[in-house]
C-alpha cells in the first residue's frame, strides 16, 4: 500500500514516570473531542479504559488479540492513538517490532512511536521512590543506583535502547523530553502530534488517577515495611495491591509535598556524566543538537527523613508501618499467614 494512502497509529509509549497515568486519563475524558478532530481513541475491552492488554499481547506475541482491535476500527479514521508505557520494553524488541509493523501494513496503518524521557539523574530518582512506593525492594537509594547502572543500566542508555525503532524504516518517532518547565505534558503530545485543542479546551483528567510522590517519610515507610516483609519471607512482589497501603497513609499525614530526592549536585553531576556521550549521540540523531540543547539539568538537593531512634515520633511510625501492613495482609493471604505467626508488636525498623 502506498505511504501516502495509510493511516497512522501513534503508541505513546512512556517511558516510566513521564506522567503517563495523567495523560492516560485526559485522554479517557478527551475521546469524543479527539474524536470529532480525527483521532480514534478506542480500548481492546469495553469494561476498561486501557491499553495494556494490547501491550501485554506484543510483548507475548499473541497477535489475534490485535488482529481484532485492528478489525473494529473504523475504516475512515485517519490516526489512531494508544497509550501504555507498558509498550516500551517490547517496541525495543527488533522481533516483536518487525512482527508489529508488518501487521500495521497488513491493516493499512503506519507506526508512529512516541515516548517522553527524563534527564537520568531525575530518571533514576523517580523509579527509585515509585519501585520503594510498591515494595518492590528495600534498598537505600545509594545502593539502588549503583544496581541501577551496574545491572540495569539499558534501560538508561536511550541511544542504545532505542536503536531499535530509529533504526526500522518503516516506524516514525517522535522523543519529547519530560519537564514540568515544559509544560503540560498532554498537551505537549497532542500538539506534536499536530491535533487541534476544541474550542472549549480539552477536559481535564480525573482527580483520582493521578500518582503523586508519598514524600520523604512515605519513602521511609516503604522502606520500612520492606524490611519487615524481607524478616517475614514475603517478598513484595507477590503481593496485591502493594502501592496503595503506603501512598494512603502519605495522603493522610499530608507528606507528599515534602518530595524526596535521593542526589545531591554531584551524585547527580556524576550519573550525568556517566550517559553524557551517549546522551549527545541520541540527541544528535533525533533533535540535530546536544542533548542539553534540548534537556535542562534538573537541580537535585537531596531531601530525605531520619527519623529519631526512639520517643513519640518513632513510635508514631512504628504504629504506622504496623498498619501498612495489616492493611496489606487484608488482601493477601500469604501476608496474613506469615503474620499469624509473627504478630505486629510494633518491632523496631532500621533507619532509612
Not at 500500500?1 to 492516560?24: C, D, F, W
Not at 539502588?144 to 536503536?163: G, K, P, T
Not at 519529547?176 to 502530534?193: C, H, I, K, T, V
Request: some cysteine; overall charge positive; charged content about 20%.
Amino acid at each position: 500500500m502506498p505511504e501516502a494512502s495509510m493511516r497512522e497509529l501513534v503508541i505513546h509509549a512512556g517511558t516510566h514516570k513521564t506522567a503517563s497515568s495523567y495523560i492516560q486519563s485526559r485522554l479517557a475524558a478527551n475521546q469524543e473531542q479527539l474524536g470529532q478532530g480525527g483521532v480514534i481513541v478506542r480500548y481492546p475491552g469495553p469494561p476498561s479504559r486501557k491499553h495494556k492488554p494490547l501491550a501485554a499481547a506484543l510483548a507475548k506475541e499473541r497477535w489475534p488479540l490485535w488482529r481484532r482491535y485492528l478489525r473494529g476500527l473504523p475504516a475512515e479514521t485517519p490516526r489512531v492513538l494508544l497509550s501504555a508505557e507498558q509498550f516500551t520494553q517490547p517496541l525495543v524488541r527488533r522481533r516483536r517490532l518487525a512482527a508489529l509493523v508488518e501487521l500495521l501494513e497488513q491493516a493499512g496503518f503506519r507506526l508512529h512511536v512516541l515516548c517522553f524521557l527524563r534527564d537520568q539523574p531525575d530518571y533514576i530518582n523517580a523509579r527509585y521512590v515509585h519501585s520503594s512506593r510498591r515494595l518492590y525492594h528495600c534498598q537505600d537509594f545509594d545502593t539502588y543506583v549503583q544496581v541501577q547502572l551496574a545491572e540495569r543500566q539499558h534501560i538508561y542508555d536511550y541511544s542504545l535502547l532505542f536503536s531499535p525503532l530509529l533504526s526500522h524504516p518503516g516506524v516514525r518517532c517522535t522523543f519529547l523530553p519530560y519537564s514540568s518547565a515544559f509544560g503540560d505534558p498532554f498537551e505537549r503530545m497532542l500538539e506534536a502530534l499536530g491535533v487541534t485543542a476544541p474550542p472549549q479546551g480539552w477536559a481535564a483528567a480525573d482527580p483520582s488517577k493521578g500518582n503523586v510522590q508519598p514524600g520523604c517519610r512515605g519513602v521511609w515507610l516503604a522502606r520500612a515495611v520492606g524490611e519487615r516483609l524481607q524478616a517475614l519471607g514475603v517478598p513484595g512482589r507477590a503481593l496485591a495491591n502493594t502501592g496503595a497501603a503506603v501512598r494512603r497513609i502519605a495522603e493522610a499525614q499530608g507528606w507528599q509535598d515534602d518530595r524526596y530526592c535521593g542526589f545531591d549536585a554531584a551524585a547527580a553531576e556524576a550519573v550525568s556524566s556517566h550517559y553524557s556521550a551517549s546522551n549527545d549521540a541520541f540527541a544528535q540523531r533525533v533533535w540535530g543538537c546536544r542533548w542539553r540543547d534540548r534537556v535542562p539539568v534538573v537541580p537535585m538537593d537531596r531531601r530525605q527523613y531520619e527519623p529519631p531512634a526512639g520517643g513519640p515520633e518513632r513510635e508514631a511510625l512504628e504504629r504506622l508501618v504496623d498498619q501498612a501492613l495489616a492493611d496489606l495482609a487484608a488482601g493477601n493471604r500469604c501476608l496474613a499467614k506469615a503474620l499469624r505467626n509473627t504478630p505486629l508488636t510494633m518491632t523496631p525498623t532500621r533507619s532509612a
